[in-house]
């Protein structure tokens, strides 16, 4: 890819250096105080509101949240498909090295497909109905292989096919999508995103349309080609389950703010968010008690357009009162969140960390889940 | 494929074949006598039972039927006041015009044909082409007199168009000959002239209907996901447009263009009034002020044959635009 030629300078690395953690620096994909606002006729929405993470080749970041949560606009953005004579983006998103925010839709048409690419929720709506899916598959090739000609765009597009784990790749290039099953679609579609061999991958649900026993299968299959084209991939999700078994960083998002950032095993083992809490205590464990009972969280996701001032989560907290008025007059930014400046895990909550872990040690007890 | 369309060809056949008998049934088994109207001066009896059985009035329906489908078939024989034989597709004689009624139309319906294709033409383009570019530009002035256009088309008359057509074009600027049919065969710019006005008022009414049709479609179809998808590829807009967005979105435009091609094709009266020429349209109004009913009924007949087929190129249009039909 691009970001692995060696500049023509000489010079090892002059990218614009970005106010953000160390490891970032190597990072592919770099969001910093994202902003995405949408005019609509019942007022400014703010879709995404100050988020930043970022994401290296190789590595999975999952984003989790509740619908509106402001995690697939973060992810349209960064792709360029917002509608761009209602929406207002600001903040940096860096591509391999390149700002993507300010490019104009040419420079960015060229990146996706090539450099970013990216998988739907629902496979039979994604593929166009009318044409066949190894057509659709060298279609997506051919655009950024312009002198590939016909023959060249269909072996490549077989080669995907099998590459994804579908049958028959010769045969099925010729089918519609609706000839295929659920599963072999998404699979189709990865195999779609893939064709570019792109950078950055972005899988918004990717198997929530999915049978269950289909949903394992994609997720494998999205971590065996992470391993062979070693791309960075975001999955978004509401589903914490997902998360735990192909992500390797978490960013919790909540009314378009992240709430809680940090590695798998700091945000699923030691979540430090209420919101965080909530989520987890609403999936099912298979190695807790059984008969625990799933606590959805009370109340319903916030409007974007009239965001609850302060926390924007403190009409669902249970334990906003404990953190004062602070909870309904200051947004609390995102801070370390556990003994260790320096480990990573950050959490955006006004209560102190000693109070939170009384507060979840207290949830589990009453709750029961196990985690 | 291949079994689709037999299917689609075997029911459109049963269609006509009800069509045919619903018809035959309407005209020459009502209770009024046909033959008066057939023999307009100084008939007697005599006479009038002449005509009734070389009509073959006085055979059981189901044998006139017969005779009449086998006269569209091979031809037959009509007797000697009505022109002897009459070859295949025989529809008849008719007692007012004096002529084989197949000779009738083979004279109107070239002109109905060359009023009604290059306007469906037309306005299909037209339609389309301003439904796409105000979904395109949605909001902004283009969409905005697009709108308004199709609007003015929509509300307006075409004895109202057709007219200040006339007005504007013909006897004020000068610039077009008085509307008149010539065949394309004979001289094609002549053939162009005389009907452009036609082409262009039918045009401008049936493409309002068209234009909000497709912009309402195409609106409906940007927001799919498979248009986002396309997208995400990084197709360039013409592509995305063009090739992912406008296919799914023309399949309601093909239905309705088949209905109103097919309609108009079994005669556009209006159209013809207005600029004078006489097309199977006039030809039926005529016949029906007459009543000349082997012309009417030859007319209605083919103003089904019309529809039918239109439906019948409907249906393998769609299949051919979206290969999920031809599961069915």
Known sequence: MDSSEPSPSGEPDDRPAVPAQRSDQDAYLRVSDLRVRFDTEDGVVRAVDGVSFAVERGRTLGIVGESGSGKSVTSLAILGLHDPRRTTITGEISVGGRQVVGLSDEEVRRLRGRDMAMIFQDPLSALHPYYTVGRQIAEAYRVHHPKANRREARQRAVDMLDRVGIPQPARRFDQYPHEFSGGMRQRAMIAMSLVNDPALLIADEPTTALDVTVQAQILDLLADLQAEFHSAIILITHDLGVVGQVADDVLVMYGGRAVERGSVEQVLRSPQHPYTWGLLSSVPSLHGDADADLVPIPGNPPSLINLPSGCAFHPRCRYADRAGSRSRSDVPELRPAGQSDSDGHLVACHLGAEERAAFYAEDIASVGVAR | ?328
């Not at chain 2, 162009?192 to 497709?214: K, T």
Request: aromatic letters at 8%; a positive charge.
């Open chain 2, 1 to 328: 494929m291949s079994r689709f369309l037999i299917k689609r060809l075997f029911s459109a056949t049963l269609t006509l074949f009800a069509v045919s008998v619903l018809t035959f049934l309407m005209f020459f088994a009502l209770p009024r006598d046909p033959v008066t109207g057939m023999c307009p001066k100084n008939c007697n009896p005599e006479r009038l039972e002449r005509v009734r059985d070389d009509l073959g009035l006085n055979d059981p329906l189901v044998s006139q039927y017969a005779g009449y489908m086998k006269g569209i078939v091979t031809g037959r024989d009509l007797g000697s006041a009505q022109g002897g034989r009459c070859d295949a597709p025989c529809l008849g004689w008719s007692y007012v015009s004096n002529e084989a009624v197949s000779d009738t139309i083979a004279r109107v319906l070239p002109v109905t044909l060359s009023i009604v294709i290059p306007a469906a033409i037309l306005w299909l383009l037209l339609g389309v082409g301003l439904g796409m570019v105000s979904a395109l530009r949605r909001g902004t002035w283009l969409d905005r007199a697009a709108i308004g256009f199709s609007l003015t088309g929509a509300s307006l008359q075409l004895y109202f168009v057709g007219a200040v057509l006339l007005l504007v074009f013909v006897y004020n600027l000068r610039l077009l000959p008085v509307p008149s049919y010539t065949s394309i065969f004979d001289d094609p710019v002549k053939w162009a002239s005389g009907l452009v006005l036609a082409w262009v008022a039918l045009a401008f009414l049936f493409s309002a209907i068209y234009a909000r049709l497709s912009r309402a479609q195409m609106l409906e179809t940007l927001s799919e996901d498979f248009v986002r998808t396309a997208r995400a590829k990084g197709l360039a807009k013409p592509k995305v447009y063009g090739r992912h967005a406008l296919r799914a979105a023309i399949t309601p435009v093909v239905t309705i263009a088949g209905l109103d091609v097919g309609g108009a094709l079994g005669g556009t009266v209006i159209t013809e009034t207005t600029f004078g020429i006489q097309g199977l349209g006039r030809t039926a109004v005529d016949a029906v002020r007459s009543g000349d009913l082997p012309t009417i009924m030859a007319t209605v007949l083919i103003a089904a044959v019309f529809v039918v087929l239109a439906n019948v190129l409907v249906d393998l249009l769609y299949a051919a635009i979206d290969p999920r039909v031809r599961l069915r």
